[in-house]
């Protein structure tokens, strides 16, 4: 079983700045994952084409089951607002993705709030620049594989230090309820250990995804919970392909039994 992880940067290319579906498609396809959580994702975004870039990553991958949680509706960077029950789903919406090759017995959506402040965060080519944090989300399924049921998770937390932590246990707290074995999948936006620290989790590979032309440090993870992380194989292989879209480097994790 394969289990991936990709920050889409809604399917930017830094070599020119655009996106092509294309590209998104093919880099995708290169993953052959059978679970791929994906985050940064845009839908309806003029931005991107008006892409439905999770639809696009399932088709890459030849699963018929995906599902996307809007974060926000709006752009951003520019116009936004926290997603909301009423909001239209042909308005532009930006969040997170989950891809999976086998059969979902049940979703469950958990929000993580923004952080109350403004946080200076550096942009390249812009400086120093306030920015107002966006709301965050964890999108989890229970699959039914072959070997029994699984928990996949995946989330995209805040950029602010502390708060990312706070949303992280948010999560872990959320996900057990849900049947083990159980595995998080997302750009924590923190390296490996304080990951393993706040949480207790087991990362699956440790490797560098940021940024993406010249990797110098992990934000990316794969993480097991302990308890029942046995039942998942030993991991066989630890891939950060370099691809043609995004700032970040994939992760892929093959588990053998």
Known sequence: MRLATFNLLHGR??????????????????LDA???????VDRAQPRSGLL????????????????FAAAVVGTPGQTWQPWHSGADIGHPQYGIALVSRFPVQRWQITRLPAAPV????????????LLRDEPRVLLAAVLDTPAGPLTVATTHLSFVPGWN??????????????PGPRVLLG????????????????PLARAATFPS??????????LADPRGAAALGRVVQVRTP????????????????
């Open 118 to 129: 403004r946080s200076p965060v550096y942009v390249p080519g812009g400086g120093l620049l």
């Open 52 to 67: 439905d870039l999770t639809a696009l990553a399932a088709d890459a991958l030849g699963a018929t089951t995906h599902r």
């Open 165 to 178: 932590v706070r949303q992280l246990r948010a999560a872990v707290r959320a996900l057990r309820g849900l």
């Open 242 to 257: 370099s691809v043609a879209v995004s700032d970040h480097r994939p992760l892929v994790v093959r588990l053998d039994r």
């Open 213 to 222: 032309p010249a990797p110098r440090t992990q934000l990316d993870h794969v």
């Open 34 to 40: 059978d679970v791929l959580g994906l985050q940064e």
């Open 13 to 30: 290319s830094l070599s020119d700045g655009t996106v092509h579906a294309d590209r998104i498609h093919a880099a995708v396809t290169d």
């Open 187 to 202: 750009d924590l936006n923190m390296p490996a250990g304080p990951v393993r620290a706040f949480t207790g989790w087991q």
